[in-house]
């Protein structure tokens, strides 16, 4: 979605609001350091003065308020700001439809599914008595299964914002296979971390008899961490001083937490990311498209509602972007399980309605490829999966 015009009309309305603020507290300044020096004066001259003294005063602070004319230095910002303030909300207005469903699509959606996803997505964000709650309402028991591993998985989080590892380190060794064959130095990286604190609370012994039971069988794959650490030893207790100081950065827990969370994720089979939460952002980035589509196709809704294939593209961020997609050369068609790609023997390839067409409907009929000079048959091209 475009959103540079509102950011701009945004940005004009606070200028004209900071500019509107700025001369009205210069106006009133103004008046009130008139009406101090009216009043001291007032009070120097009130035993000596006559009252025609005190109103020559008043009378005198009276011409220098009207030279002010505070409304009429006021009047020029405030209408300024006005005129912004007026245009704002039609842009926005013009801008988000409030009515998105125009782009509604009746789609069969299983229910049962729907309500694991949702029940998934409040345990994996931590809200556990929500997910608790929708599962007592929608009766989805079985969704209950997903809760344990995330409960474990935010205790063990929790636990870190203490800088207390012990409940990392020993889901680590319990899963120390599994992450070994996913290519993960998770386990490493929490050891190092342990280390790092028991040097600078418990001391060189403490420190070194950790090593030796924990980080010597990590030093022959990682030699570098290994020698850096056992380096960190002659510097007990001026580590903040050393040449090592960056181990004590709080970076290390933060990203480490992240990782632990991904790890964690992956050994459950599930992303890093919440379903839900990306499908609705997706939803929300390709939902500007939909609805010029449809007010295009207004009239033909039982065409909208019926079409397998929407006829433009919708164009989202590549955070949103899981597979690869394939688009025919020919055709300009993006493939789909009814047009699936296929293979031609030269090695190029081409969307299955494209070969179709270039053969004539003959599996036998040779045509030549698009794209250099051999020649092939349908009957030969092989159906690739995506």
Same mark, same amino acid.
């Given at each position: 979605?475009?959103?540079?015009?509102?950011?701009?009309? *945004? &940005?004009?309305? %606070?200028?004209? /609001?900071?500019?509107? !603020?700025?001369?009205?507290? @210069?106006?009133?300044?103004? +008046? #009130?350091?008139?009406?101090?020096?009216?009043?001291?004066?007032?009070?120097?001259?009130?035993?000596?003065?006559?009252?025609?003294?005190?109103?020559?005063?008043?009378?005198?602070?009276?011409?220098?308020?009207?030279?002010?004319?505070?409304?009429?230095?006021?009047?020029?910002?405030?209408?300024?700001?006005?005129?912004?303030?007026?245009?704002?909300?039609?842009?926005?207005?013009?801008?988000?439809?409030?009515?998105?469903?125009?782009?509604?699509?009746?789609?069969? *959606? &299983?229910?049962? %599914?729907?309500? /694991?996803?949702?029940? !998934?997505?409040?345990?994996? @964000?931590?809200?556990?008595? +929500? #997910?608790?709650?929708?599962?007592?309402?929608?009766?989805?028991?079985?969704?209950?299964?997903?809760?344990?591993?995330?409960?474990?998985?935010?205790?063990?989080?929790?636990?870190?914002?203490?800088?207390?590892?012990?409940?990392?380190?020993?889901?680590?060794?319990?899963?120390?296979?599994?992450?070994?064959?996913?290519?993960?130095?998770?386990?490493?990286?929490?050891?190092?971390?342990?280390?790092?604190?028991?040097?600078?609370?418990?001391?060189?012994?403490?420190?070194?008899?950790?090593?030796?039971?924990?980080?010597?069988?990590?030093?022959?794959?990682?030699?570098?961490?290994?020698?850096?650490?056992?380096?960190?030893?002659?510097?007990?207790?001026?580590?903040?001083?050393?040449?090592?100081?960056?181990?004590?950065?709080?970076?290390?827990?933060?990203?480490?937490?992240?990782?632990?969370?991904?790890?964690?994720?992956?050994?459950?089979?599930?992303?890093?990311?919440?379903?839900?939460?990306?499908?609705?952002?997706?939803?929300?980035?390709?939902?500007?498209?939909?609805?010029?589509?449809?007010?295009?196709?207004?009239?033909?809704?039982?065409?909208?509602?019926?079409?397998?294939?929407?006829?433009?593209?919708?164009?989202?961020?590549?955070?949103?972007?899981?597979?690869?997609?394939?688009?025919?050369?020919?055709?300009?068609?993006?493939?789909?399980?009814?047009?699936?790609?296929?293979?031609?023997?030269?090695?190029?390839?081409?969307?299955?309605?494209?070969?179709?067409?270039?053969?004539?409907?003959?599996?036998?009929?040779?045509?030549?490829?698009?794209?250099?000079?051999?020649?092939?048959?349908?009957?030969?091209?092989?159906?690739?999966?995506?």
């Amino acid at each position: 979605m475009e959103l540079n015009s509102i950011k701009d009309a *945004f &940005d004009r309305v %606070t200028k004209k /609001q900071k500019l509107s !603020s700025s001369k009205s507290q @210069e106006v009133i300044e103004q +008046i #009130g350091q008139e009406i101090e020096q009216a009043f001291l004066r007032l009070q120097s001259e009130q035993d000596s003065a006559s009252p025609s003294a005190h109103k020559l005063i008043l009378n005198e602070l009276k011409t220098k308020l009207k030279e002010i004319a505070p409304l009429s230095h006021l009047e020029g910002t405030q209408k300024e700001l006005n005129v912004a303030l007026s245009k704002y909300p039609k842009l926005l207005e013009k801008s988000f439809n409030p009515d998105i469903s125009k782009a509604y699509r009746n789609i069969d *959606f &299983d229910i049962h %599914t729907v309500n /694991q996803i949702i029940a !998934s997505h409040f345990y994996r @964000e931590g809200q556990f008595d +929500i #997910g608790d709650c929708f599962i007592n309402e929608s009766q989805e028991l079985e969704a209950a299964a997903s809760k344990s591993p995330f409960l474990e998985m935010f205790q063990i989080l929790e636990a870190m914002k203490c800088r207390n590892l012990e409940p990392a380190l020993g889901w680590a060794a319990r899963n120390h296979d599994q992450l070994n064959q996913n290519g993960s130095d998770i386990e490493l990286k929490l050891h190092r971390l342990q280390f790092v604190e028991i040097l600078q609370n418990r001391g060189r012994d403490e420190a070194l008899k950790y090593a030796r039971a924990f980080l010597a069988p990590f030093a022959t794959k990682h030699m570098a961490v290994f020698q850096k650490l056992m380096a960190c030893l002659l510097w007990a207790g001026r580590l903040d001083s050393s040449p090592y100081a960056e181990l004590l950065s709080s970076i290390h827990w933060d990203k480490l937490s992240v990782e632990l969370a991904q790890q964690f994720c992956n050994l459950m089979g599930q992303s890093y990311e919440s379903p839900l939460s990306v499908t609705i952002a997706a939803g929300v980035q390709g939902l500007p498209t939909l609805l010029k589509l449809m007010n295009v196709m207004t009239g033909k809704k039982q065409e909208w509602q019926t079409m397998k294939q929407l006829p433009v593209p919708v164009d989202l961020d590549r955070e949103f972007q899981f597979h690869s997609v394939f688009v025919c050369p020919v055709s300009r068609d993006q493939v789909s399980e009814e047009n699936p790609p296929m293979l031609l023997t030269c090695g190029h390839v081409l969307c299955k309605q494209s070969i179709t067409k270039l053969s004539k409907n003959n599996s036998t009929r040779r045509f030549k490829c698009p794209y250099c000079p051999a020649e092939v048959e349908a009957g030969q091209c092989a159906q690739l999966h995506f």
